[in-house]
T-cell receptor
Framework: AQKVTQAQTEISVVEKEDVTLDCVYETRDTTYYLFWYKQPPSGELVFLIRRNSFDEQNEISGRYSWNFQKSTSSFNFTITASQVVDSAVYFCALSAALGGSEKLVFGKGMKLTVNP | NAGVTQTPKFRILKIGQSMTLQCTQDMNHNYMYWYRQDPGMGLKLIYYSVGAGITDKGEVPNGYNVSRSTTEDFPLRLELAAPSQTSVYFC???????????????FGPGTRLTVT
């Protein structure tokens, strides 16, 4: 069975602070994909990143960076110099694309509040 | 491209009533999904479809039905609404080559359903 755990449920920071969102996953599949989605207060889900299990390179996109470590089954997300617009619920998700089913298993989400 | 569109945005149902949530995508994606999101929880998969005429159950299918007669449309039917079906419903779509690649899912804006 696949499982995604986001242990932090809510974090509050002050603008310009760095913040890391933790994600730990469980799967028996050797080929899998990890995702992060953002859900701002308006409610829509915004795709942030996709990473496959064979690519452990860290990725940086502007103020966002992701650290994938297979040894600890973690895919953590860091926001550098946070801004008020980063306030949202962030979801980590896992997909094992065996047979093309591609079902996403989501964590429960982590609510980030960035205060001015 | 409009992406994934859902109607209605909001709906209040009485217990025992039926309704259909509409979902349409214009990205020519072969895969489509229905999720529900309960407060403080991640998204849970209700049903999914890998192509027109093919559907399968997700994690929480009870009380729902789907059909996929075209690539674009994937309606979700609630037959006898119950208070436990009060939730926000998201439709999503993605492309798959049917092998081991899992691409990001694009989500609609959601339908907020209340059953009283």
């Amino acid at each position: 069975a696949q499982k995604v755990t986001q242990a932090q449920t809510e974090i509050s920071v002050v603008e310009k602070e760095d913040v890391t969102l933790d994600c730990v996953y469980e799967t028996r599949d050797t080929t899998y994909y990890l995702f992060w989605y953002k859900q701002p207060p308006s409610g829509e889900l915004v795709f942030l990143i996709r990473r496959n299990s064979f690519d452990e390179q860290n990725e940086i996109s502007g103020r966002y960076s992701w650290n994938f470590q297979k040894s600890t089954s973690s895919f953590n997300f860091t926001i550098t110099a946070s801004q008020v617009v980063d306030s949202a619920v962030y979801f980590c998700a896992l997909s094992a694309a065996l047979g093309g089913s591609e079902k996403l298993v989501f964590g429960k989400g982590m609510k980030l509040t960035v205060n001015p | 491209n409009a992406g994934v569109t859902q109607t209605p945005k909001f709906r209040i149902l009485k217990i025992g009533q039926s309704m259909t949530l509409q979902c349409t995508q214009d990205m020519n994606h072969n895969y489509m999904y229905w999720y529900r999101q309960d407060p403080g929880m991640g998204l849970k998969l209700i049903y999914y479809s890998v192509g027109a005429g093919i559907t399968d159950k997700g994690e929480v299918p009870n009380g729902y039905n789907v059909s996929r007669s075209t690539t674009e449309d994937f309606p979700l039917r609630l037959e006898l609404a119950a208070p436990s079906q009060t939730s926000v419903y998201f439709c999503a779509s993605s492309y798959s080559n049917g092998y081991t690649n899992s691409y990001e899912q694009y989500f609609g804006p959601g339908t907020r359903l209340t059953v009283t």
